[in-house]
């Protein structure tokens, strides 16, 4: 942050009014950064701190217009194929795959507010993809709107719970939140049926029931997975869900190819939304970035559970690749 000698140096403009003259000079006037290190007499090294500082007040919000990344071809491609609204392709950029994942819950964030409204009930999933969306989002007040937990609490190798994932989403858009406040996982069925019962389990499921429009991303079946490594399956599990025809990890349960729900050992101590009760929403908004991910994005968008996507495009040609593949075996 600049120092107050510096900001003297401005003339009769310091403290927080530089920063937000430098903020003004570069959104709105057009002006290049020296240009406004001329105008205010100070150094562009300064500007750029003014600038920096002004974002991270929180006085300058920058947004990109979805129709670039929704109205070219692959996205046309994307949702011919699956049946889509809208799709959100995101360039890859140089850095290689953490880039593009990075880009695609940062245009996840920037999407989402634009497809909420009033009133609406948004199920949040769990999982790095969806924390780091949350993260990304610029602050903004939707009334009326109800942020509810979709999966109950689990273990997690990321330093966050799957609360956190519902809380600072509905923290950014200024909505009241309905966390589950139950493990994802019980030890017994007869614990898991119990805990259903309770009042308060079953007014937060029955909020579940009540969501709308829904906010996930899809898990892949392989054994370092979120699924495996949260503690919610084991890797014999993985491996007896994956002989009976899983293909994907969606809200904590297996699907299969089709997106049907894979049912197992594991589903009746478990607690949380069912795969068949995210069909047929206003709204799915699907973030998912990655090679090792799209047979599970396949399943997802198969299954009927997304009418919006966001992915990077290397991922959305393996995507449609997948998908011509399957389409000519079949």
Not at 17 to 31: P, Q
Not at 164 to 191: D, F, M, W
Not at 195 to 220: H, M, P, W, Y
């Amino acid at each position: 942050m600049p120092s107050a000698s510096v900001r003297r140096s401005a003339g009769q403009i310091s403290g927080e009014d530089i920063v937000v003259e430098a903020a003004w000079l570069y959104y709105h006037d057009g002006l290049n950064q020296n240009e406004i290190a001329a105008r205010l007499k100070v150094s562009r090294a300064t500007v750029v701190n003014y600038l920096q500082e002004a974002r991270e007040r929180g006085y300058i919000n920058i947004t990109l217009a979805a129709e670039p990344f929704t109205n070219h071809r692959i996205a046309h491609e994307l949702c011919g194929m699956f049946e889509l609204r809208a799709a959100y392709v995101l360039p890859d950029g140089a850095g290689g795959e953490l880039e593009q994942f990075e880009r695609a819950v940062r245009g996840a964030a920037n999407w989402l507010p634009s497809l909420l409204a009033p009133g609406d009930r948004l199920g949040v999933a769990w999982g790095k993809t969806i924390y780091d969306t949350a993260d990304q989002i610029e602050p903004v007040t939707i009334p009326d709107l109800e942020v509810i937990q979709l999966v109950g609490s689990m273990a997690t190798p990321y330093g966050f719970s799957a609360e956190v994932c519902s809380s600072n989403v509905a923290r950014k858009l200024g909505a009241k939140c309905v966390n589950l406040h139950v493990p994802a996982l019980l030890s017994t069925p007869e614990i898991a049926a119990t805990l259903r019962k309770e009042a308060i389990i079953a007014a937060q499921l029955e909020a579940i029931d009540r969501c709308n429009k829904t906010l996930f991303a899809v898990g892949s079946c392989d054994h370092d997975s979120h699924i495996v490594t949260s503690g919610i399956a084991s890797h014999a599990d993985l491996d007896w869900y994956v002989a009976h025809g899983a293909a994907g990890v969606l809200c904590g349960r297996f699907i299969d190819a089709g997106g049907e729900p894979v049912r197992g050992p594991l589903d009746e101590r478990m607690i949380g939304v069912e795969p068949t009760a995210l069909r047929g929403k206003q709204t799915g908004l699907l973030v998912s970035v990655g090679h090792e991910k799209t047979v599970a994005m396949l399943a997802a968008l198969r299954g009927g559970y997304a009418t919006h996507l966001v992915t990077s495009r290397t991922t959305a040609e393996h995507l449609l690749s997948l998908a011509e593949r399957a389409e000519t075996a079949a």
